[in-house]
């Protein structure tokens, strides 16, 4: 039987101590729960938020042609295998559209143009919800004083700061990687992708996941069929390469493994390397990577001449003499995104050492005797910081017992100011000891001054050598007819040169 309300004074009803503290307890948990509400949605903008400055300093644009709003900067194609030994896809004729009209709706900025297009490919995580990252989910909006993502001191603050994109997008993709585009040729709806972009996607799981996730979520692969043999012997065509044009961005039928999932393509600007450490693979010690006698060769004739872009974990391919040597990037720099383009830029590149079975004495080299290697990379080929790779099973050597040349002391050209970028061309000169590079302005440098420069590098009296360039050969003398020909009659146009040095 409920209680009656009691009437106090004028007949007006006395609400009980009780029922006081009762509708006080209810309403205070009301207000923590509207202020709970309030606090996750301000986490959830403030996490979002954060996402989309991360992707505005990768300058991520929009491949589809029409873009709804946040979300939308990339395109979702379905795989097929081509030719190509590096890092450059194929994309259909539809992407140059878009991509050519956004370039001419968009203000671009400055530093962009005349840069390659550099993507992100990648294959989507199904079961992927934002945020799963538990970097992501530890975020919490700074005061209302602080700056967002404000300027940072040091690329190391700038790293720490995209490390928890970094993380997330480990779990937004199954795998991704970089690349840049060869040709835009491919079908409607579909993505080429080379040996080497289908081996990062397929050899890469998240390494966010644990190990019983990572099992429930395989990457299945396939094998492209030629629809013009298919009926003849699928299985044929199926296990074996085409073998027909090889040619860059041509279709490569049932040549290699590719992932059978849709990839999503984003178009962004990664920075410019600054270096990397590459470490070879078992298999490279075991074909004698380290007895190489000059690896700024091996570097220079395949590395740069099939790459574009570097991504942390990648595998990435040279050859000498036949013979591949497979090299995994494990730290590039910056690390701000754990990838760089590595276009009109020079980069610094360790060899690091490679990790062998503690039972494989035959291809062991002693680390207390291996001295540090390190090698230049620009865009245009590979020096050496004045170590090489001695005998198979030996400890490294330097590359020659005697020391450096000392410069003489000569009357060099001053080089042009800095700002000056039209017909400036950067002159490497390659030697025994490493390399020294000079800038010149080519329409009034003439032939003597790039030898006095040689004189300066190689003590040289500058008649006893001569400078060579490779792909095509051509080889520069200093005499008396040519010595006063500008760079530019003698055919050396801005940009970079790099002259080895042959002597006489």
Known sequence: ?????????????????????????????????????????????????????????????????????????SLTLSPTSIWGVGDKIALPPSVLETLTQSAMSSSMDQSSIGSPWTFRIGILNPHHQFPSSFLIKTLKPPNEDDDFMGDSDSEDDEANEMEAFQDELSHKYLAYTHCTVVEFTQDEGHVGIPQMVAKALLGRNSSSYDSTEAENLPIPAKRTVDPAA??????????????????????????????????????LQLPKGKGCTLVPTQEAVQKNFYGLKDVKLVLEQSLIRTRATLSKGDVVCTWHRGVQF??????????????????????????????????????????????????????????????????????????SSEAAPVPVEVDLLPEPPMDVKEGVCTVHIQYSQGTEKRRFLVSEAKMKDLFAFGDHVLASSGTGYRLVTRFPRKVWTLDSENSSRSLADAGIAGGQERFMVEYS
């Open 1 to 73: 039987m409920r209680g009656k309300l009691r009437s106090g004074a004028g007949g007006r009803p006395v609400i009980s101590e009780k029922a006081k503290r009762q509708a006080e307890f209810q309403r205070k948990q009301a207000d923590k729960k509207r202020a709970e509400r309030e606090r996750k949605k301000k986490l959830i903008d403030y996490q979002n938020k954060y996402m989309r400055q991360c992707e505005r300093a990768l300058k991520t644009r929009s491949l589809s042609s029409s873009s709804a709003g946040p979300g939308t900067a």
């Open 326 to 399: 497979a090299l995994k990037v494990t730290k590039v720099i910056p690390s701000t995104y754990d990838a760089v383009t590595c276009i009109n830029t020079d980069i610094e590149v360790d060899i690091g050492e490679a990790e062998m079975p503690e039972n494989d004495t035959k291809h062991s080299i002693s680390t207390d005797n291996r001295e540090e290697q390190a090698t230049a990379v620009s865009g245009r080929g590979v020096t050496t910081g004045g170590h090489v790779l001695g005998g198979s099973t030996t400890p490294m050597e330097t590359k």
């Open 230 to 267: 298919a009926g003849t012997s699928p299985d044929e065509t199926s296990d074996a390469a085409s073998p027909g044009d090889q040619t860059p961005g041509h279709l490569a039928w049932g040549a290699f493994d590719i992932p059978d999932l849709p990839l999503e393509i984003t178009l």
